[in-house]
């Protein structure tokens, strides 16, 4: 398991592009990746539910990646992040 935080950048947090982009992302690896902020939980590759746990700018999330590929999709989600939010 591998799990890193981060802080959202981006003036209106988490919205429909880079949630969407995001969801693709991982829709792409074999790990699980889930996301968490608000005291909510919600699996990356569910469009709807990464939006509804409400990250706005300077929000901190926690992000988990479980699975066979854990330590390359963690990577990528964290640069993904980093580009996009």
């Known amino acids: 398991m591998k799990q890193f935080n981060y802080v959202i950048t981006d003036e ?42 409400g990250a706005k700018k300077d929000t901190e999330i926690t992000v988990t990646v479980e699975g066979d590929d854990e330590e390359n999709a963690a990577n990528e989600v964290e640069a993904f992040l980093k580009e996009n939010l």
Not at 20 to 47: D, W
Request: proline share 2%.
């Open 12 to 53: 209106v947090g988490i919205h429909a592009r880079p949630a969407g982009n995001l969801s693709k992302l991982c829709k792409g690896f074999a790990s699980k990746v889930t996301i968490e902020a608000n005291g909510k939980s919600a699996e990356a590759t569910k469009l709807m539910a990464v939006m509804q746990l």
